[in-house]
Every structure is written in C-alpha cells, then in structure tokens.
C-alpha cells in the first residue's frame, strides 16, 4: 500500500482505534507487535487486517480513498461520515 495519503492514514488510525483488541490479538497471536513497526509498515497491516473482513474489497478502497469532509472537518463529523466504513466490517466508529 505504500504510504498512505492523509484521509487514508486518518481512516486506518480509526479502524485501529475501534478495532485494536482484535488487531493487536491477531498479530499477537502470529508473534507480531505492531506497535515497533514504522507508521507505513503499521497502516500497512491495518490494511492488510481490515481488507480481509471487508464484504467488497471495491467500496472498502473507495471509502478508504474518499475525499475527507472538507478542510479543518471535525473529527466527529469524519466519524459520522466513516459510520458506514466500520459497519461493513461489523463494528462502528465511536
């Protein structure tokens, strides 16, 4: 994936956060501690995570990719925006 755009680094910090017993687990469970990694190889394997449980791969990328609420948008409505996101993949952004 290389390194990450702004929104998209924004967005895999949100699935990290919201997701982070199952992540952190996962890799744990492989002998992996992602918190040693540098920023592009950790956003990498959220990714990397979070690909493998999205329903569409398509609109997973898309909304990955899409622009943000516009410049200086809060963090709460990029939460309400990314609702969706988390949904697919069976959680919510809280």
Not at 63 to 82: C, H, I, Q, R, Y
Request: aromatic share 12%; with cysteine; glycine share 10%.
């Amino acid at each position: 994936m290389g390194c990450p755009p702004y929104a998209v680094g924004v967005r895999l910090a949100i699935i990290a956060a919201e997701f982070w017993a199952q992540i952190d687990g996962y890799a744990a469970f492989r002998g992996g501690d992602l918190l040693v990694l540098p920023p592009a190889r950790f956003f990498n394997a959220v990714y990397t995570w979070a690909i493998d449980r999205a329903t569409d791969r398509d609109q997973f990328d898309a909304m990955l990719t899409a622009p943000m609420n516009g410049v200086g948008a809060s963090p709460e409505a990029e939460l309400d925006s990314f609702a969706s996101f988390a949904s697919s993949m069976g959680g919510t952004a809280s």
